[in-house]
């Protein structure tokens, strides 16, 4: 209800910082209310929001969010008057977003781009970027936090897992896995798996270098006469730049939730192209064919999230969508979904999934399958199997203190006391070093 909420919020907060920006975008077929309007429903309603908003542990993105478009509307308030307390209220408010989620450290080149286009202020180079000083150390300070917190909690990937050829061309092509994922929101899902390997003179490299280049090239050149397009291109790479893969944390190619704050930009522009389509044609069949139109959109982005949000009911909901959208590819999700099931008691359905999570990556250091099916197999009574998980866990990644404490457990049960306390005490060491 809270995360409801915190985005029935950022969707009023998103149509009022549209209202206030194409103020500044003076053109004779352009109605800021509509426009607005528009922007704010699309995001409103969008699926790709689903995953913020549903699933409870991205409060952090809605709060975030919420922060960072109060901190771009006071900003714009100090751009008109130069005030220090609006100032000051950008500077503050930015420091909540981070507090939030770190991902708001964009903040600051989102603000460079504000002076270059709508606002266009005339302070020059060097003060504008004198003036987020103070914005960019947060940012600074915050990466460097979050890159920390990450490392000892594991989630970041080294080079080894996934070398930089290919989180250079993952980046390229999740750019345009999000812009067709926003323009067709269509078979979405809560975790998409690494791209398959491809080199740089393949087509699945080439193809979404080539749209990337010619966006690029067309908002160069058309911001000669209108730097609009410019603007909304550089605010969705810039939004997006953290998140696109080049520092990998986790597994996932891409996500949903990503696309909470770098939709904006998208959602705006159509609200202007709506906004002038709509008014450049008096006809009233015209008129009539463009409100039904938007209906039919808005109608299906709300049936397609009401769709979507219903596979967080719980676990074993959402990762046997998983395991429909990605069969036989995603160990994660069969790890996960044999988790849900243990937890409910049914250990037979959780040592099957545990399984073929094992079979898709046998001696990968992700070892949580090994060490979830002995937790299994111990629950069942089989505690040879488990003995045999546990050890096998504990071979392929000594580093983890659970399949320590797991196997103490048995070796206490077998009378291994001896054994039991080293299991045990290492267990300790590992939990102390983690700290």
């Keep these: ?111 460079l781009i504000l002076d270059f286009c709508p606002l266009e202020r005339r302070a020059g180079l060097k003060k504008a970027l004198l003036e987020k000083v103070p914005f960019f150390a947060l940012s600074a300070a915050s990466g460097l936090l979050t890159l920390r917190a990450q490392a000892k909690g594991g989630a970041l990937a080294n080079t080894a897992v996934y070398p930089l050829d290919e989180r250079i061309i993952g980046a390229v092509r999740s750019i345009v896995f ?10 979405l899902s809560p975790y998409y798996p690494w791209y398959p390997k491809s080199g740089f003179l393949g087509p699945e490299f080439l193809l979404p270098l080539l749209a990337v280049v ?27 730049g953290p998140v696109l893969g080049l520092v990998q944390a986790g597994g996932q190619a891409a996500a949903d939730r990503y696309m909470y704050l770098p939709s904006i930009g998208p959602f705006m522009l159509a609200g202007a192209a709506a906004s002038g389509l709509f008014a450049r044609h008096r006809e009233t069949a015209y008129r009539a064919a463009m409100i039904a ?36 590819s995603v160990n994660i999700a069969y790890d996960l979904l044999g988790l849900a099931y243990e937890e409910t008691g049914d250990h037979r359905r959780a040592i099957d999934d545990f399984t073929e999570a094992i079979r898709l990556r046998p001696y990968s250091s992700y070892v949580s399958p090994y060490n979830n099916r002995g937790i299994s197999f111990e629950a069942e009574g089989e505690y040879d199997l488990a003995f045999r998980d546990y050890s096998t866990a504990i071979a392929l990644n000594p580093g983890l203190p659970e399949p320590y404490m797991n196997r103490g457990r048995l070796y206490a049960r077998f009378g291994e006391y001896r054994k039991a306390m080293a299991d045990f005490g290492r267990a300790r060491e590992l939990e102390g070093a983690a700290r």
């Design 293 to 328: 139109s938007l209906l039919v959109i808005a109608a299906f982005l709300a049936n397609t999230a009401v769709s979507r949000q219903s596979i967080w009911k719980d676990s074993i909901t959402l990762w046997s969508s998983e395991i429909a959208d990605f069969p036989g």
């Design 214 to 240: 010619l966006m690029t090239v067309l908002s160069v050149m058309e911001a000669r006469r209108n730097r609009v397009f410019l603007a909304v291109w550089l605010y969705f790479i810039v939004t997006l």
């Design 1 to 111: 209800l809270t995360n409801v909420l915190l985005h029935a919020l950022n969707t009023y907060l998103t149509g009022v910082l549209a209202l206030r920006l194409f103020s500044y975008w003076k053109r004779e077929y352009l109605s800021a209310p509509l426009a607005a309007a528009v922007a704010a429903l699309l995001f409103g309603l969008h699926p790709l929001h689903v995953e913020s908003v549903a699933w409870v542990s991205e409060r952090k993105d809605v709060l975030s969010a919420f922060f960072y478009i109060l901190s771009v509307l006071a900003y714009i308030r100090y751009s008109e008057g130069g005030r220090a307390r609006h100032y000051a209220a950008t500077l503050v408010l930015f420091a909540f977003a981070l507090m939030s989620k770190p991902m708001a450290i964009t903040l600051p080149f989102v603000l």
């Design 178 to 187: 999000y812009l067709r994922q926003t323009l067709a929101p269509i078979n």
